[in-house]
Each structure stands twice: as C-alpha cells, then as structure tokens.
C-alpha cells in the first residue's frame, strides 16, 4: 500500500538512492495482538527512515517525495469528498468522478471558495472541517464567508457562521480526525526535498483581499477574535444590504449572529431592522429603495416619517407594526427616547393635521390595551402640545377629542374624591386652560373667525390682540351673506359677551360699542332699531352721542343726494336718542342744508363734499352765483350758512360780503349799497375791499355814500392800499 513505500539507504551499488517496497515480513515476526504489530511496525519505519541520507537526495527521489505528496493530497481530496456525500455506501452511490478531478486539481483554498461563490455550503463545511485542508483554508475562514453570494440566505450556510461561546470565545468549526503524519510530510522530507504539498498555490488567493473582498482583510488569520468576529458581521451585514438590496438577508445574518452570543452592534441592527421594515411593508414596488447608508445619515425624526407613509390606509396597523418596533428599540437603548421622539414627530405633525396626533393619544394611557405610551404624564403633555401645535385651528373637532381623551386622567376618583393618577397641579391647570382656549375657539369657529389655540394662549393677557378678535367676529357679521336678520344679530352679540367674559382684559363697554357701531352702520332698518335697544343702560351718554354721530357720518357721507336712501337711514340714526342731545343738532342741520342747497341749484353737490370741506362758505358763494336773483333772498342764504355751520362771529358779514359782491357784478347798486351797509354796522372788517370797489364805481353817484363807504375802506384795508385809498377819498372830497 501507499503508507508502506519506505525508502532505504544504499546498501549495495542497485539499491543505492532507491525506494523499495517495505515488506512487512521482513522486519516483523508474528504478533500476539494488533497494538503490538502496530508498535513494531512504527519502531521498523523509524530504523528504516534513520538510515535514509537525507542530505544527499537525488532529484529522482525528491520527484518520488513530490509525487508521493500529490498521491497523498488526493487521497485527503477522496476522504473530503467522502465526508461530504454523506460517507459509506451513500457516498459510493452519489460520487462523480469529474468532481473529484476537478476537486484535486485545485488547492484547497481555491476548492472552498469556488464552492463558496457557488453557494455549496457542504462542500465548504467539508474542507473547513477536514484535518488535511484545514491548516491552509482556516485563516482565511471569514473571508471565505464573504464569498457566498449576497442573495444565499445566511440561514443555508449557518453552521459555517462563528459563534462566541458563554465565555466570549470564538468558537471554531468541528475538525475530523486526521490521518497519521506520512514520512513526506515530516520535516526532514520537506526540508531536503524542497515539496511542502501535493498541489499548486492557488494564484488567485491574493484576490480574495482585494476589490470588493479588501475590507476582508482586517479579518484573516488562524484564531479570529470576538472583536474580529463581530465586525465581520457588520461589513457582511452592510456587503448584503448594498450589493443584494434584499435588507432581510442582512437582518438574517445579524440574527443568526445574536443567536450565536456575537454582541452585533446595535445601531445596525436598528437601521438594517428599519431598512427591512421600509422595503417589505411600507415603500410602493415602484419607488426607489433607499440605501443602508443613506438611512443611518437620516435623522430618527425623518425615519419615522419615512416609516409612516400612507399610514392613512391602515392607520391602527402602521403604528403598532411599523412605528412602535422602531421606537421600542430606540428605548431599550436609550430610556425615554421613545417618548420624546414620538412627541416631537406628533407635534410636527400636529402643525397642520391633528389626525396622527389624536391617534397616539387615542391608544396611549394606562387604561388601554397595548398601549402606545403608558406614562400618563407623557398622553396628556402630547395631547396638549399637539391641540397648540396646530397653525391654522381650523380643526375644532379633533382638538375636542383630543381634550376628551386626556381630561379624564386629570378627573378625582369620585367615590375616594381622590386623584386617579399622579398628576401635578401645574398640568392640570394647564388641561384646564385647554378648555378656556376650547371654548373660546369654539365662539369663534361659530362666527367664522378661525384662529390656533396657541394665539389665545399666548396673547390672552393683550388687549390689543384680543380686541382684534372682537373686531373680526364684528366684520364677519357685516360681511355675511345673506345678511344678518335680528336674531342672527342677537346670536353675535350673545356670542360677543361669552368671548368676553373668557377674555376679561377686553372691556365689555368697547365690545357693545364695537357692536352698535356695526348695527347702525349696517344699512337695515331692523338692526339700527335693534342698536337703539341695545343703547339703553348699556352705554354712557357720551359714548351714545359718539357712536350716533358716526354712524350719521357714515350714512350721509356714503349718501348720493337729497333722494338717496342712506338719508333717512341718517335720520333714523339720530332720532334712537330721545330726547335729542344738542351735540346731535349739526347733523339735523347738515341735513337740511342739503333741501336748502337744492333750492338754490346746488343739488350735484354730494353730502361727503360738504363734509369734507373745511370752508362751507363756498357753498354760499356758489348759491349766489348759481342764479342772478338768488343774492336778493338774504335771509335764506343766512339760513343757509348757518346750516353749514358756518362760524357764527364772521357768519353775516361773510353773507354780506358775498351779496354785495355778486350785486356790483350785476350793477345792482342799491343791493350791494344795502349790503355794504350791514357789513359795515356789524363791524365786518374784511368787507373793505367790496365797499372800496362801489365807492370806486363811476356810476355810482351818491357821494354821501361814497365817502362813508371810502372811509371804512380806508380805516381797515391793508397797508399797501391805503395810499391808493387815501387818494380816491381825496378826491372824491374836492
């Protein structure tokens, strides 16, 4: 047999440097057991080996060595391949004997990883564990690991995986029993003969750490450590997830690796975990499948936002199996990080829907089954940042099932009249201003008025800002359409004294007025007589007078002429006063003006002119001009005036003036004779210029007349006409 070819040493000049066949009964007698022949024939070998010249190798011999070691190589190729067709007469039925020249053809390093790459865990497990090979596959172990292909599940080449034992030592993979050592084997052969194996170094092995396989490297050798173990998994776990983009394969390597004591990192297993969750339960088949290390560079917030996307179809199921996992892993790393985090994801949430919100809180608390958060402090400190996270308000609904979800954990016990729950005082006040901030936005939203809970929170003490309030539910009232009947008004008003009992810093006297302003300038009748009611007992005097006259102001201004319908709204106006203050007689007379004005021609003139003019004398001005006989009817045109509120110290002598003049254009001398005269009895100083220009006049010929008439022009015209005055009345004299 092979293991009984032993050499000799030259004897006689035909066995010089031959190996012979060592024939067993030639150096052994009968035995009386086999352990005795066994130990015989070793003592034989031994005697033969130590007369072998082993410096003096011919070349012949050192062939025979090489071949003796390559025959021996392929008898450790058939015993593996034995072991890995399962042994005995199964192995006999299933061999191939193409697999096994190939097998023997290449080392066996190459062998492990060409069955590695084709994902043929027996025959790696067969190399890996056989005593023969294992000296030169084992230090590459993990790196021949990594060579399976990233969409073999981990699960098909587990027994192949390392493993930590219950001291934190790598375990190593079961090796067979080895063959005995063959004399080629021993140092001496491979020392002489220069032939250490029975096959060729695999020219690819420099490959296996380079490329994709150079972050193997950090790996290699014969005993990996705990530590080389369990980054090993992570670069795998990573390798799988980029190459494979089928995360549950990773997740099933890192498993297997938690099932093996290997203390895996656990923010991997998180992001591998969450990547896994995205992929298969939450991303359309369409969509982009995001990378592992895109997602680890996500912030948590942005993860859970990924996580719930479409959580509207499923809202129940998308919380408890996608959500809730993620965050309990958070918190088993980092007490308390669920909380804070599920909050701050709500109240983002909260800024423009309160749906998810009201969701969390719904399933939150103590008294649920499977709550999402126990902690009762936690349900009821969400329920109200979310209610004042929400920027428009316009949600009144959902904020009220939110208050009705938390309020009663802030409710006694009513048969101890003890707290239920240990709740601070300071956060049941703040349950309990929820509710103000409820029902203040609730008289709102009635009114149209829609406003965020955090405005009434934060500015509840401004009175400006709360005014506005006030004056907003007022515009939506006068804007509405249809307009308000009476009793929409009185459900306003109703409305207005419920906000401001909740809003003490707004006076109740500024909210009536800011009421009956609006009535009375609403252009109905019914609602100027509803003001009237509202008036009495509610309202100073003055403030009465005040608002009365702008709500005159509004109507007359707006008014197109003596026939417009916005007059008689002015008059209904004034006359809710009874009996009429004197404050109020301007306006009647404004009002009169305009049918005086009328008879004088002047009805192009609108209301909001006279009002806006400061010198309503020009409107006396223009009458007399309107028509050649209108200066003769004095006493009207004072009337006029004095309807126009004209200033009663200069009134007359302005009247005068005017007539005077408009009289000397006509060449009506007697007229503005008699006007020059009333001018000058009432002491109208600024009538000189009149009275100088029909002194002046040469058809006017009485001289009487005109030396009195030049004499008050003198005394009282301005300093550069005096001389040119002094003059005429000099003359006039000769």
Same mark, same amino acid.
């Given at each position: ?8 040493? %030259? ?14 009964? #030639? ?14 024939? &070793? ?36 015993? !593996? ?15 191939? /004997? ?28 067969? $190399? ?20 399976? /292909?990233?969409? !073999? ?40 003969? &220069?032939? *250490? ?24 050798? +014969?005993?990996?450590?705990? %530590? ?110 669920? %909380? ?11 800024? !423009? ?18 709550? $999402? ?9 969400? &329920?109200? +940042? ?28 009513? =048969?101890?009249?003890? /707290? ?44 400006? =800002? ?19 009947? =009476?009793? @929409?008004?009185?459900?306003?008003? *109703? ?8 809003? /003490?810093?707004?006076?109740?006297? @500024? ?25 009495? @007992? ?19 201004? !707006? ?120 001018? $000058? ?25 005109? *030396? ?22 000099? #003359?006039?004299?000769?």
């Amino acid at each position: 047999s092979l293991h009984d070819a032993l050499p000799i040493s %030259g004897g006689s000049l035909e066995e010089l440097g031959q190996f012979v066949l060592c024939d067993p009964q #030639r150096v052994l007698e009968e035995c009386g057991s086999e352990e005795e022949r066994r130990e015989r024939e &070793g003592a034989a070998r031994l005697q033969l080996l130590a007369r072998l010249d082993w410096e003096g190798l011919t070349l012949q011999q050192k062939d025979l060595v090489k071949v003796r070691l390559q025959l021996l190589y392929y008898l450790d190729c058939l015993d !593996t391949v034995e072991e890995i067709l399962g042994g005995g007469q199964r192995a006999a039925e299933r061999f191939e /004997p193409a697999v096994y020249a190939a097998l023997r053809r290449r080392s066996p390093l190459e062998n492990c990883v060409r069955a590695a790459r084709a994902g043929d865990s027996a025959t790696v497990l067969g $190399i890996l564990s056989s005593a023969a090979h294992a000296p030169c596959v084992r230090p590459h172990w993990l790196a021949i690991l990594a060579c399976f /292909p990233e969409t !073999t599940p981990p699960g098909e080449y587990s027994e192949l995986l390392p493993a930590l034992d219950v001291g934190g030592v790598v375990g190593q993979l079961w090796l067979g029993a080895a063959r005995e050592q063959d004399w080629a084997e021993q140092a001496l052969a491979v020392k002489w003969s &220069g032939h *250490r194996a029975g096959y060729s170094q695999w020219e690819g092995e420099g490959g296996l750490y380079r490329g994709e396989g150079e972050a193997m490297g950090q790996f290699q050798g +014969d005993r990996p450590t705990p %530590g080389q173990v369990c980054g090993w998994y992570s670069v795998r776990a990573r390798q799988l997830c980029d190459q494979s983009r089928l995360p549950s394969l990773a997740l099933e390597l890192l498993q297997q690796g938690l099932e093996k004591g290997v203390a895996v990192e656990w923010r991997l297993l998180h992001s591998v975990r969450t990547l896994d969750t995205l992929v298969y339960e939450v991303q359309d088949p369409g969509q982009q499948v995001l990378e592992l290390a895109q997602l680890e560079q996500l912030p948590d917030l942005e993860q859970v936002s990924l996580l719930l996307q479409g959580w509207q179809a499923e809202p129940l199921l998308a919380v408890r199996r996608q959500l809730v996992p993620f965050l309990q892993r958070l918190e088993d790393n980092i007490p308390g990080e669920m %909380g804070r985090l599920l909050t701050a994801f709500c109240v983002q949430q909260a800024a !423009t829907d309160l749906a998810f919100p009201l969701l969390v809180v719904e399933q939150s608390g103590p008294d649920k089954t499977g709550p $999402i958060l126990y902690s009762v402090v936690e349900v009821v400190r969400l &329920g109200l +940042d979310s209610c004042y996270s929400l920027q428009s308000g316009s949600q009144p609904e959902l904020m009220e099932r939110l208050y009705s979800s938390v309020a009663p954990y802030c409710r006694d016990n009513p =048969t101890t009249r003890q /707290p239920r729950y240990n709740i601070s005082r300071a956060l049941k006040s703040e349950v309990e201003l929820l509710r103000q901030h409820l029902d203040m936005a609730a008289v709102l939203c009635r009114n149209g008025v829609v406003r965020p809970l955090a405005l009434l929170r934060d500015s509840s003490s401004c009175t400006d =800002t709360m005014g506005k309030l006030f004056s907003a539910v007022l515009a939506r009232a006068e804007g509405a359409r249809p307009p308000l009947d =009476t009793e @929409g008004w009185r459900a306003v008003f *109703r409305d207005l004294q419920l906000l401001q009992s909740l809003l /003490p810093c707004v006076a109740m006297e @500024g909210v009536v007025y800011s009421y009956c302003e609006s009535l009375l300038t609403s252009g109905r009748p019914a609602n100027i007589s509803l003001a009237g009611t509202v008036l009495e @007992g509610m309202m100073a005097a003055e403030e009465q007078v005040q608002l009365v006259v702008t709500a005159w102001r509004h109507f007359y201004s !707006t008014a197109g002429g003596l026939a417009d319908p916005a007059l008689d709204l002015a008059r209904q106006v004034l006359g809710l006063l009874q009996p009429t203050p004197r404050a109020l007689d301007s306006c009647y007379d404004l009002l009169a003006a305009l049918q005086s004005m009328e008879d004088f021609g002047l009805a192009q003139v609108l209301p909001l002119t006279i009002l806006e003019t400061r010198d309503r004398m020009v409107f006396v001005r223009r009458a007399v001009e309107g028509r050649t006989t209108a200066y003769k009817n004095s006493q009207r045109l004072m009337k006029l005036a004095s309807l126009l509120g004209v200033a009663e110290g200069g009134m007359e002598g302005e009247v005068w003036a005017v007539i005077a003049e408009r009289a000397l254009q006509l060449g009506d001398y007697s007229s503005s004779l008699a006007a020059c005269n009333n001018m $000058i009895k009432l002491g109208f100083t600024r009538g000189w210029e009149v009275c100088y220009a029909l002194a002046a006049r040469g058809e006017f010929h009485q001289m009487d007349r005109c *030396r009195e008439l030049l004499a008050f022009a003198v005394c009282h015209c301005d300093g550069a006409n005096i001389e040119e005055i002094g003059r005429a009345s000099c #003359r006039e004299r000769v």
